[in-house]
Structures are given as structure tokens and as C-alpha cells.
């Protein structure tokens, strides 16, 4: 009897507390860049699922679902940390510079980087522990190409 509450205890706290992916977390974090000038445009919706397609080796079926699943997490989320938590515990620099390097690809693909858009990578890029000087660089590589 002990057992079956402890257990009820415990299923009920792991569903209030989903542990987030990688994928998910990389989702959500690409998903606050196109919603940061309150404008999805299609080329950075485009964008946004190729780097999601280039960083995990998904189907379409999961690809669509990680995109969706990304959007309405990060719909749903108070603030990054949860996200940007999640990178810092899984992945290492070069991993994260590739997130960040998405971030901007992102960012940029309708040529044009609004100050909000650039304002909310340089907190996410703070929140993973990335020095400003890996900000401007993966900055200018995205920019100058």
C-alpha cells in the first residue's frame, strides 16, 4: 500500500516537472528569435526547420511535430532559463556556438536583424555562458556570407 502511494507521489510529481530535450529546449530557444519582432516570416520559418533538420537527424513527421512542439513551448515558457539550462547541461562550446550560430541564421533570414531579435540573442548567448566576442563573431559569419 506504502509502495503504490509513494509511486502515485512519484508519477505525479515527474509529470509536473517534464524534463526537457535538447531538441526541445534548441526548438523553443529558435522559436523566441522568430517571435521576438511579433512577425513569423516565412523565410525564418524556413529557416527554422532547416536548422532544426540539420542539427537532429529526424523524420518529417518528427521534424513537424519538434517545430510545433517548440512553438507552443516557448509560448508557454516565463522566461529561457529553462532552455538555455538544458544546452549548458548537455552540450559543450561547440555545440552551443552552433546553437547560437542558428540563433542568427534565424534571425537573418529575411536580411534584416530587428533590435529585439538581436536584444534577445544577447541574452540567450549571455544565459549560455558565451563571451560577447563569440556573440559578434558568429554575429558577423551569418551577416558577411
Same mark, same amino acid.
Given at each position: 500500500?506504502?509502495?503504490?502511494?509513494?509511486?502515485?507521489?512519484?508519477?505525479?510529481?515527474? /509529470?509536473?516537472?517534464?524534463?526537457?530535450?535538447?531538441?526541445?529546449?534548441?526548438?523553443?530557444?529558435?522559436?523566441?528569435?522568430?517571435?521576438?519582432?511579433?512577425?513569423?516570416?516565412?523565410?525564418?520559418?524556413?529557416?527554422?526547420?532547416?536548422?532544426?533538420?540539420?542539427?537532429?537527424?529526424?523524420?518529417?513527421?518528427?521534424?513537424?511535430?519538434?517545430?510545433?512542439?517548440?512553438?507552443?513551448?516557448?509560448?508557454?515558457?516565463?522566461?529561457?532559463?529553462?532552455?538555455?539550462?538544458?544546452?549548458?547541461?548537455?552540450?559543450?562550446?561547440?555545440?552551443?556556438?552552433?546553437?547560437?550560430?542558428?540563433?542568427?541564421?534565424?534571425?537573418?533570414?529575411?536580411?534584416?536583424?530587428?533590435?529585439?531579435?538581436?536584444?534577445?540573442?544577447?541574452?540567450?548567448?549571455?544565459?549560455?555562458?558565451?563571451?560577447?566576442? /563569440?556573440?559578434?563573431?558568429?554575429?558577423?559569419?551569418?551577416?558577411?556570407?
Amino acid at each position: 500500500m506504502l509502495k503504490k502511494v509513494l509511486d502515485l507521489f512519484t508519477e505525479s510529481k515527474s /509529470q509536473q516537472e517534464p524534463k526537457l530535450s535538447v531538441e526541445l529546449a534548441t526548438a523553443a530557444l529558435l522559436s523566441e528569435i522568430i517571435r521576438a519582432d511579433r512577425h513569423a516570416d516565412e523565410r525564418e520559418l524556413a529557416a527554422y526547420k532547416a536548422m532544426l533538420e540539420a542539427r537532429f537527424s529526424l523524420s518529417e513527421q518528427e521534424l513537424s511535430a519538434l517545430m510545433e512542439d517548440g512553438r507552443e513551448t516557448a509560448e508557454e515558457a516565463v522566461d529561457m532559463v529553462q532552455f538555455t539550462q538544458v544546452v549548458n547541461e548537455q552540450c559543450d562550446n561547440d555545440e552551443k556556438r552552433a546553437i547560437l550560430k542558428s540563433l542568427w541564421e534565424v534571425a537573418y533570414a529575411d536580411k534584416d536583424i530587428a533590435p529585439i531579435e538581436e536584444h534577445t540573442i544577447r541574452r540567450i548567448a549571455d544565459l549560455l555562458h558565451m563571451p560577447h566576442s /563569440q556573440f559578434i563573431k558568429t554575429k558577423l559569419d551569418v551577416t558577411n556570407t
